[in-house]
């Protein structure tokens, strides 16, 4: 079987279903009008400077606003996060409520979360239909220490410690 026969698409969307991610959402004003989207693709880049990588649809509806702005948010979720994972992953109300507030470089930044980041936006690497975003670090804060949220096997769920002792 060749790749472009789409022999591997079930394969490869089971495998990452199996495949547990931490649940963040990305944050960004364009021109005064927030946006917004729940993402499992977020990753730690590098430490010195700190920076994250993220991937996206470049259908998505989001998408013109990540596109053609400077900065953005992200804000790394936790267990009790789990209803606005929800709201910017399966609503357009995304920012009706007093859940968020204008940050730095007026980008969104959301309530009760347990931290959030401010970035610069360094490169777009748009391939076919998805861009990975590679963002610089500028601001940030952690909030309470908690169980992370996750998703895995279509659900959220939490970790759970192991029975081991070092």
Known sequence: MT???GAFEGTFKEMFRRHAAGVAIITV???GVPYGFTATSV???SAKPPRFTFNMARS???WPAVA??????????GLENQELADRFARTKERFSGDHWAHGPYDVPVLKDVSGWLIGKIQMRLSFENNAVVVVEVVEGQVGEDGSPLLYHSGTYGQPVPLDYEI
């Open 3 to 5: 790749s472009d026969d």
């Open 29 to 31: 004003n364009y021109d």
């Open 43 to 45: 990753a730690s880049l």
């Open 60 to 62: 998505s509806s989001s």
């Open 68 to 77: 053609n702005t400077a900065y953005i948010g992200v804000h790394m979720l």
